[in-house]
């Protein structure tokens, strides 16, 4: 028997900073610093049509999609808004270059199929930032009957994400341990004939 301990992980990598990012996330606010380091500043745009037509003009995106905030009690982000019209708003947009994509993928068109890919990997990268900011990123102990650490694991944005990968490695170890069991008997029986 395993036990699993699923904990929050205090000390997270941030996606935007300690992993590649296909996008470029370009955000404005008062109180936080989101996003990608970028040239561009808050103060040069009189709205966020104006920095989208800068992005447009300037990198040629394949995709470009709005970022937006939530600030209540914490902050959630997402690419399609919230119902709230006091705690949130539009903080910037998530991006990338035709260019890019091309080298990225080897790709010499982008179909409507492909720039759906590309979006849907986009609002991942959100999604994945999303979970950093909120906290909701987990590791995992997995301890014996008798409490001796078997293995961990942390860095998991999600906690369903982080359980499923739990369970499969001790799925693993219980694998394992039958196979050698059956092993065992199997060199038993040959040794008695």
Known sequence: ????????????????????????LICFH???SIGDKSDYV????????DLKNAIIKTENPAVILPVFMYDHSGITINTTGFSCPWDSGQIGF???????????????RLSKKRLSKIEQYLNGE?????????????????EDESGEHVDSCWGFYGYEY????????????????????????HTKLVDKT
């Open 126 to 142: 959100i999604e994945t930032y999303n979970q950093y900011l909120k906290g909701d990123v987990f590791g995992f102990i997995i």
């Open 162 to 185: 982080c359980k499923t990968e739990a369970e499969a490695i001790v799925k693993n170890i219980l694998a394992s341990e039958a196979n050698d069991k059956a092993e065992l008997q």
């Open 94 to 108: 998530i991006f990338v270059s035709r260019d890019q994509v091309k080298k990225e993928y080897g790709w010499k």
């Open 30 to 32: 008062r109180r936080y």
């Open 1 to 24: 028997m395993y036990n699993i301990k699923i904990e929050q992980d205090l000390d997270p990598m941030n996606p935007r900073k300690e992993c590649d990012n296909l996008g470029t």
């Open 42 to 49: 808050s103060g040069n745009f009189a709205s966020f049509d």
